[in-house]
């Protein structure tokens, strides 16, 4: 007997935030959803005497960026340091003595977790302290629009979909594994730059825990679910962070099982939440149906999955991935959040195998890219200045010796478009080896030239550089063995290998 898939987003559990603008597919448009009434606008968190274009200690106030449960956002200017940047100042208006002490620590204790992480994809903190009894928090200021924006400002496919949460998640395991918690990961709290960098923001709600990442975390002392959470919440609600005090912290539809429950929480609940907005995002509804609180929590901690819509373009493995994430049972999750990303991502022989390349090429280009990676982590296990020797690097993997191997090989066959083919591919070659020369210096310009950038970030950031060599290394050797079946792919796979630009942001 057939199971009917639920087709929309039922009306309780749409979003509020805007018009649904995007479609994931010809086939399944996400519904129309018309903008609910707007809360009535919060009182200033400012300290008095303090209005916009004004100041708060040192910075020059800009602009104010937004409002949350907890707090403003402001842009400012530090004249200090010469920058731009955003400050969040805690919202105490009602809180007195050891209530507002309470929650001045514990955004503190939120400054100094996200300042223990240097990751491309978590939001850089700068500063904390306090201005009139204000606690403030000064982080980078990331011109670009959340990722639930993103989504909806044009149709994304699945993979510009899974790419965008890849990186997400791999901000969310950085704190991870520094040992925190986020709590209330979830497209509002990550932001797309309009330079393409995505960065994890707000662990507001983040706690210190031990590096282990089954180490259980308290949940709020004061949050009581019974006490604090309505039954009958509407559809705003079910979407709202409740970070009020003396409530339930998190946003309902993210919530794993163990939030609802007022259990302990570890890194595994952050898994189920991205689990969720993954599941949403590709296929334009919520992975658990509800009218209301009790529905949604009843629906999250017995399971109740929806079975996600049939689309081809959605590899299995990914659909796996997302439901295994989503299981009531925390221990039968995936063990890390790395786990999970490295599901998530495409084997890297299946890359090749799309070329219908055939076992044997595939094969020897796996043998390759390991051996190649052995040599070049034995070799060089640290890429170290002069931020001039990219071109000394690409020696061997592509320059004129190489290229006339290309030409003779790819010449051999009897393809009529084999010259062509060369062409195109040698000018992509060629193009790439620009891109990724340009873009060694630059990451390495960074941290040893301009100071901007943390020797832990350089580090990562030229292993990404070498495993893209090493990738572009592996696939030129195929290439100058190329046979017919080789050259009639061989444009499209010099096309595929993966951008630089990932190894910058």
């Given at each position: 007997m057939p199971v009917e898939t639920p087709r929309g987003i039922p009306d309780a559990v749409k979003r509020p935030e805007a018009r649904a603008r995007f479609t994931i597919s010809e086939t399944m448009p996400i519904p129309e959803v018309p903008t609910p009434d707007l809360p009535a606008e919060r009182?200033?968190?400012l300290p008095s005497g303090m209005h916009e274009r004004g100041k708060l200690g040192r910075f020059d106030i800009l602009d104010v960026l937004g409002q949350g449960g907890m707090g403003i956002v402001i842009a400012a200017y530090d004249p200090q340091l010469d920058r731009k940047v955003a400050i969040k100042v805690l919202r105490t208006r009602g809180l007195?003595?050891?209530?507002?002490?309470?929650?001045?620590?514990?955004?503190?204790?939120?400054?100094?977790?996200?300042?223990?992480?240097?990751?491309?994809?978590?939001?850089?903190?700068?500063?904390?302290?306090?201005?009139?009894?204000?606690?403030?928090?000064?982080?980078?200021y990331i011109a670009g629009q959340t990722l639930r924006s993103w989504l909806e400002e044009q149709p994304r496919t699945v993979l510009e979909i899974l790419d965008a949460y890849s990186k997400a998640g791999r901000g969310l395991a950085a704190g991870h594994q520094a040992g925190l918690v986020h709590r209330d990961f979830k497209p509002d709290n990550v932001l797309v730059g309009f330079d393409g960098r995505i960065r994890v923001i707000d662990f507001g709600l983040a706690r210190p825990t031990r590096t282990n990442d089954h180490t259980p975390l308290p949940t709020d002392d004061s949050a009581d679910v019974g006490e604090h959470t309505d039954?009958?919440?509407?559809?705003?609600?079910?979407?709202?962070?409740?970070?009020?005090?003396?409530?339930?912290?998190?946003?309902?539809?993210?919530?794993?099982?163990?939030?609802?429950?007022?259990?302990?929480?570890?890194?595994?609940?952050?898994?189920?939440?991205?689990?969720?907005?993954?599941?949403?995002?590709?296929?334009?509804?919520?992975?658990?149906?509800a009218d209301s609180y009790v529905e949604l929590a009843t629906a999250v901690t017995e399971g109740r999955v929806r079975i996600p819509p049939t689309r081809p373009d959605i590899p299995p493995r990914v659909v796996e991935a997302i439901l295994r994430g989503l299981d009531k049972d925390p221990d039968k999750r995936w063990p890390s959040m790395i786990a999970l990303?490295?599901?998530?991502?495409?084997?890297?022989?299946?890359?090749?195998g799309t070329l219908s390349i055939g076992l044997a090429a595939i094969a020897a280009a796996a043998i390759a890219v390991v051996i190649v990676l052995l040599v070049v982590r034995r070799s060089a296990p640290e890429l170290e200045p002069p931020c001039l020797d990219g071109p000394e690097r690409m020696a061997g993997v592509w320059d004129d010796a190489v290229k006339g191997r290309l030409r003779t090989a790819f010449l051999a066959t009897?393809?009529?478009?084999?010259?062509?083919?060369?062409?195109?591919?040698?000018d992509e070659l060629d193009r790439y080896a620009q891109r990724w020369i340009s873009d060694r210096r630059s990451i390495c310009e960074a941290t040893k030239l301009r100071h901007e950038q943390s020797e832990p970030a350089f580090d990562l950031r030229m292993?990404?550089?070498?495993?893209?060599l090493v990738g572009m290394q592996a696939l030129v050797g195929l290439f100058a063995s190329a046979d017919a079946q080789v050259i009639d792919k061989a444009a499209s796979a010099a096309h595929e290998l993966p951008a630089t630009a990932q190894c910058t942001t």
């Open positions: 009182p200033s968190v007195t003595g050891r209530r507002r002490e309470k929650e001045a620590a514990r955004l503190l204790r939120e400054a100094r977790a996200m300042a223990q992480l240097s990751h491309p994809h978590v939001v850089t903190v700068y500063e904390a302290g306090e201005i009139e009894e204000r606690v403030y928090i000064a982080m980078e039954p009958m919440m509407t559809s705003s609600q079910l979407h709202a962070q409740l970070t009020t005090v003396g409530a339930l912290f998190g946003t309902p539809i993210y919530m794993a099982p163990e939030q609802h429950q007022k259990e302990e929480l570890d890194a595994r609940a952050d898994q189920f939440a991205f689990c969720v907005t993954l599941y949403e995002a590709l296929y334009g509804q919520l992975p658990f149906k990303l490295d599901t998530l991502s495409p084997p890297t022989v299946k890359k090749f009897n393809r009529s478009h084999k010259e062509g083919t060369l062409r195109r591919v040698s292993r990404c550089m070498n495993d893209s």
